[in-house]
């Protein structure tokens, strides 16, 4: 046990208020008391890994919450049809990505040997690229809506495709990590399911739309996160699994 | 103007007219440095989401009162740690202490196993082992060495007296070193 005495002063030490004399005379008693001077260090270390806690990344359905909550409470304005047209455009080129990613994800897990595991659905059934027909043409409100729809659509199958490899794939995860993944999926689903409402409630809604849309855009990234973690755990790769565990 | 404050008054314009997009911006910004304060203050993750959405509404309620006098994030971050210091209050009330006691200083002086200073301490285990602090000794841990706050800033914010602060912080660090050196 360290010196009980110096307990204090060395806790000083560690704070960096310790007045030079005090300073002076610890120093001396650590030069040659070991225990003391792994208290020191000890305590040192500890200080130094709190001051380098990185910052956390909050959960993905906090966002979804704090929208939803906000539009319930008539904080958010609705917007013209302008806006309407603009992120239209955004989420069917964001949607058109997150197709082409679930096709890619498959296509690792498909080349991955995996030993008694149910079989995958073939690459061609989500790698097909969006039709963006919906938006060529006039820009009018008519048209973002389709663009809307069309986006949502895809949304949708990038999610069910990815849903398909993540279930047949799920024993490759351990209980726990599997556990809150689930636990996240479904924070997500609820608030999908909640917008989805609020979308059937006020179909001309882009505030609406937006939070649906960042809803399943959420379900897709974990998804794909899912799936990566998947493909990581069959490798054996653990420092990467252990990544992708700490990103969600 | 500062190019900063007026990206923040401008950012709080749009969130006012009732611009998502802008609220989320703002949310993006800030949720990290927010949900990672309330996340070690109050040792859970459950709490700390709950807590993340109610500091966010509570600034997209109280946006009417930011005059850009400070940053945008420092702000939200008094705003914050009022919330998250009221949380913590209650709890310590329910549970009748708010400066709580852990062992003698000379009890978790001996710390056992390995040496810590040996080896780097792993994050996630450090994380795990301030969720086992009790909670005043935990949140003057948080703020003096987490978030770099002297003494008596610590003992402003959670209304003790400064030797309070400093005789929390260092039971903490005592009691982390036995927590992470099994």
């Known amino acids: 046990m360290a010196c009980e005495r110096n307990i204090e002063r060395i806790q000083e030490l560690v704070d960096g208020t310790l007045g030079p004399i005090r300073r002076a005379e610890l120093e001396q008693h650590l030069a040659q008391c070991d225990t003391c001077r792994a208290l020191r260090d000890d305590l040192e270390a500890v200080r130094d890994a709190a001051a380098a806690l990185p910052q956390m990344r909050p959960p993905d359905g906090a966002w979804l919450q704090i929208a939803g909550r906000l539009r319930q409470e008539g904080r958010i304005r609705d917007t013209a049809a302008r806006r309407a047209e603009r992120w239209s455009y955004g989420w069917l080129a964001i949607a058109a990505t997150l197709v082409l990613a679930a096709g890619a994800s498959l296509l690792v897990l498909v080349r991955t040997p995996s030993p008694a595991t149910a079989p995958s659905p073939a690459p061609g059934a989500v790698a097909a690229p969006p039709s963006t027909t919906a938006v060529k043409g006039d820009p009018s409100v008519e048209a973002a809506q389709s663009a809307v729809d069309s986006a949502q659509q895809q949304f949708e199958k990038a999610i069910v495709d990815l849903e398909k490899i993540a279930r047949a794939n799920s024993g490759a995860i351990d209980p726990a990590t599997s556990a809150v993944i689930d636990k996240n999926l479904g924070i997500i689903d609820q608030a999908i399911a909640e917008n989805r409402a609020a979308v059937k409630a006020e179909p001309s809604s882009v505030a609406a739309r937006e939070t649906l849309f960042e809803a399943l855009r959420q379900k897709v990234s974990l998804l794909q996160d899912t799936i990566a973690l998947i493909n990581e755990m069959r490798r054996g790769n653990n420092a990467a699994a252990a990544q992708l565990v700490n990103k969600s | ?182």
């Open chain 2, 1 to 182: 103007m500062s190019p900063s404050k007026e990206s923040d008054l401008a950012l709080v314009a749009r969130c006012r007219e009732g611009d998502l997009g802008a609220f989320e911006e703002l949310y993006k910004a800030h949720a990290g440095r927010l949900y990672s304060l309330a996340f070690r203050m109050l040792g859970n993750a459950a709490d700390a989401e709950d807590l993340l959405q109610e500091i966010f509404l509570s600034a997209h309620r109280k946006l009417e009162s930011f005059r850009g006098e400070a940053a945008l994030g420092t702000w939200l971050y008094r705003l914050a740690m009022n919330q998250i210091l009221d949380h913590v209050r209650s709890r310590a009330a329910r549970a009748g202490q708010l400066t709580d006691g852990l062992d003698d200083a000379s009890a978790l002086a001996d710390a056992g196993g390995h040496r810590l200073a040996d080896r780097a301490i792993d994050r996630i285990d450090l994380e795990r082992a301030l969720g086992e602090l009790p909670d005043g000794c935990r949140a003057a841990f948080v703020l003096h060495d987490v978030e770099g706050l002297e003494h008596k800033e610590v003992a402003d914010v959670l209304g003790i007296a400064e030797g309070t602060s400093k005789s929390q912080v260092h039971k903490a660090r005592l009691k982390l070193r036995k927590l992470l050196s099994v």
